[in-house]
């Protein structure tokens, strides 16, 4: 059985009220107000054993530090959302048709991986 200690209860509590992907530093910065002494090396420690008990599982955008989501958001398609200000990754929901009229004869898809980049409604505000 996994252990609850305070970090990773203030932890999954940072992921819970987000309710979007968080990077290690964004988690450092929510989960801070619940545990005013944790750390990154904490956080990364917690973050490895979390996704060793499928608790969060990591969210890999091209070029870019992982984000972990949740495993209940992980488990039903949907795509990710980057602001190129703040840096902030959104969920998306829905799904494109259509992807299977780009392939070349002969080719079989198996699968995809959509992200859409732009700013924010906050950072698209400020623009
Ligand atoms: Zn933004
Ligand atoms: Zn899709």
Do not use: W
């Not at 973050?47 to 209940?72: C, F, N, T, W």
């Not at 398609?77 to 200000?85: K, S, W």
């Amino acid at each position: 059985m996994q252990r609850q200690t305070p970090q990773r209860v203030a932890i999954e509590s940072a992921f819970a009220s987000a309710g979007r992907p968080l990077g290690p530093q964004e988690i450092l910065d929510a989960a801070r107000e619940h545990v005013p002494s944790l750390n990154l090396a904490t956080v990364y420690r917690t973050l490895k054993r979390m996704v060793e008990d499928h608790a969060i599982h990591p969210v890999a955008l091209p070029g870019e530090p992982a984000r972990y989501e949740l495993q209940s958001a992980a488990e039903h398609h949907h795509h990710h959302f980057r602001c190129r200000r703040c840096d902030a990754v959104f969920d998306l929901e829905g799904c494109v048709e259509g992807l299977k009229k780009l392939l070349p004869r002969g080719f079989r898809m198996t699968g995809h991986d959509i992200v859409l980049f732009g700013f924010c409604d906050t950072c698209g505000a400020q623009a």
